[in-house]
Nanobody
Framework: QVQLVESGGALVQAGGSLRLSCAASGRTFGLYTMGWFRRGPGKEREFVAA????????NYADSVKGRFTITRDNAKDTVYLQMNSLKPEDTATYYCAAQKWGGLRAMDEYDYWGQGTQVTVSS
């Protein structure tokens, strides 16, 4: 069982930056692929970014590539999402998720989910 707690969401102006954190429970954090997903107002949940257990492989949605960076600190059982050059369309609830066996972008293969943190980008 893995418990995930996101933090760092806030109201920010367009062009600004935020760093989201996701703290995980458990002693085997390094075995889990970690992903960030988001659900904007009136939209379906969508993939944002993911990182392999070792941190050696990352994957990004085209909409955030070059602006967002996912990293992890396995010593702290935490994954981060650095978000730069934020746009109003980035407004969403951001969720982190964990899984062991599936593809990095495969939302249905993530087994554990956090409660989400709200990011609002004003124009």
């Amino acid at each position: 069982q893995v418990q995930l707690v996101e933090s760092g969401g806030a109201l920010v102006q367009a062009g600004g930056s935020l760093r989201l954190s996701c703290a995980a429970s458990g002693r085997t954090f390094g075995l889990y692929t970690m992903g960030w997903f988001r659900r904007g107002p009136g939209k379906e949940r969508e993939f944002v970014a993911a990182i392999s257990g070792s941190g050696g492989t990352t994957n990004y949605a085209d909409s955030v590539k070059g602006r967002f960076t996912i990293t992890r600190d396995n010593a702290k059982d935490t994954v981060y999402l650095q978000m730069n050059s934020l746009k109003p369309e980035d407004t969403a609830t951001y969720y982190c998720a964990a899984q062991k066996w599936g593809g990095l972008r495969a939302m249905d293969e993530y087994d554990y989910w956090g409660q989400g943190t709200q990011v609002t980008v004003s124009s």
